[in-house]
Every structure is written in structure tokens, then in C-alpha cells.
Antibody
Framework: QVQLVQSGAEVKRPGSSVKVSCKASGGTFSSYSISWVRQAPGQGLEWMGGILPVFGTVNYAQKFQGRVTITADKSTSTAYMELSSLRSEDTAMYYC???????????????WGQGTMVTVSS | EIVLTQSPGTLSLSPGERATLSCRASQSVSSNYLAWYQQKPGQAPRLLIYGAFTRATGIPDRFSGSGSGTDFTLTISRLEPEDFAVYYCQQYGSSPLTFGGGTKVEIK
């Protein structure tokens, strides 16, 4: 049974950066995409981007291009999302989610992490 | 970018009733790559349906998906108490992946 376990909650100052991790256990890591989806308090879901570790291909939503970096470490089965130039509007729950099908870089998400709350406040 | 519009915003129903949720896309969804998720307060979303009509593993058969092109529907045949939640559609046929704004199914 594959599980995604994310790093803990963060409080950041405006203008700083945050890096959230997502460790996979119990299954194959490299051949399934990992995406990052965020949800502001009381709001809907927003896809930020994703990575397919086996090929190293990365896709970003244009809204976050230049501000987000998604990476993966195959040796530790861990994906990372770093968001820079933080502002108050980035306050949200950040989820990692695994793609449904092997070797597809964009997909539906069948396994989700527990979420990491990032609060941006001065 | 494909914009997904869900309706209604809120659905007030009683247990045992049928729920019909709509998701309309601004352009045709490639290969009908349309998914539905359920989200309860304080929890991550859960995949219900993918490929417009295929139930994910472990999802009860009271949940069904239909539609193609730009119009999709999630139907819950008889609402159970645990089905009251927010439901999101998502298209994954083209990048960027996009979600609808959600439909809240609440107890009447």
C-alpha cells in the first residue's frame, strides 16, 4: 500500500521561500508522476505542477512558472516543492498527489499526502 | 487552459435521495480524461471516478460518472450519511491540469 508522507507545517515571512517534502513508501516511486496541489482556506483545488521522476520531466502551471521548483530524489523516493517570493496569498494547504498510471506525466491522482499547511505572515 | 464550471454550488438533499452533479468544460476534454474527487473537512481529496466513468478502487457502485466532450455528470444513486462532502471535477487531458470550483452536498 503506497503512502505519501509530507513534511510538517511551516510559517514563513513574506518574500521568503518554503520547501515541502513528500516521501513515498510501500511501492514504486520513479515511474509514477507526483504533482503538487494547493488549497487556500475555504477555497478550491489548484494544480501547481508535477514531475515524472523516471524521465525527470517537469510541468508547471503558468501561474507559478518562475516561482516554483519541483524536484525528486529517486534514491530516497522523495519529491520536493519549493515556492519562492512568498506572499500572504500563498497561505494554503499544500498536497502532493501521485498519478494514477505508470509513465504518464499528467494524470488523475489516486494517492494523496496528508497535506502541509504553509502560513505566510509578517 | 480548460475552465471547468461545476453546478450547482450547493446541493441540499436528504439521505437516500439521488444527487446529480454537473461539470462543464470550456473546451472538449481530451480522451474524456475527467476525474471526480470527494473531499471531507480536514481531509485530502479522494479519487472517485477517472476516465469520466471508471470507478476507482474501493469506490461503492452508488457512485457513477457519465458524459463526454464538454459535459460530465457525477451521480450518487442513494445518498449515505458519509457522502455529504464537497465534490470536485478535474480534467487531466491537457496541461495545465484544472479543477472545477466544487459542489457541496449538504444535509437538508
Amino acid at each position: 500500500q503506497v503512502q505519501l508522507v509530507q513534511s510538517g507545517a511551516e510559517v514563513k515571512r513574506p518574500g521568503s521561500s518554503v520547501k515541502v517534502s513528500c516521501k513515498a513508501s510501500g511501492g514504486t516511486f520513479s515511474s509514477y508522476s507526483i504533482s503538487w496541489v494547493r488549497q487556500a482556506p475555504g477555497q478550491g483545488l489548484e494544480w501547481m505542477g508535477g514531475i515524472l521522476p523516471v524521465f525527470g520531466t517537469v510541468n508547471y502551471a503558468q501561474k507559478f512558472q518562475g516561482r516554483v521548483t519541483i524536484t525528486a530524489d529517486k534514491s530516497t523516493s522523495t519529491a520536493y516543492m519549493e515556492l519562492s517570493s512568498l506572499r500572504s496569498e500563498d497561505t494554503a494547504m499544500y498536497y502532493c498527489a501521485r498519478g494514477l498510471r505508470s509513465a504518464y506525466d499528467v494524470d488523475a491522482f489516486d494517492i494523496w499526502g496528508q497535506g502541509t499547511m504553509v502560513t505566510v505572515s509578517s | 487552459e480548460i475552465v471547468l464550471t461545476q453546478s450547482p454550488g450547493t446541493l441540499s438533499l436528504s439521505p437516500g435521495e439521488r444527487a446529480t452533479l454537473s461539470c462543464r468544460a470550456s473546451q472538449s476534454v481530451s480522451s474524456n480524461y475527467l476525474a471526480w474527487y470527494q473531499q471531507k473537512p480536514g481531509q485530502a481529496p479522494r479519487l472517485l471516478i477517472y476516465g469520466a466513468f471508471t470507478r476507482a478502487t474501493g469506490i461503492p457502485d452508488r457512485f457513477s460518472g457519465s458524459g463526454s466532450g464538454t459535459d460530465f455528470t457525477l451521480t450518487i444513486s442513494r445518498l449515505e450519511p458519509e457522502d455529504f462532502a464537497v465534490y470536485y471535477c478535474q480534467q487531466y487531458g491537457s496541461s495545465p491540469l484544472t479543477f472545477g470550483g466544487g459542489t457541496k452536498v449538504e444535509i437538508k
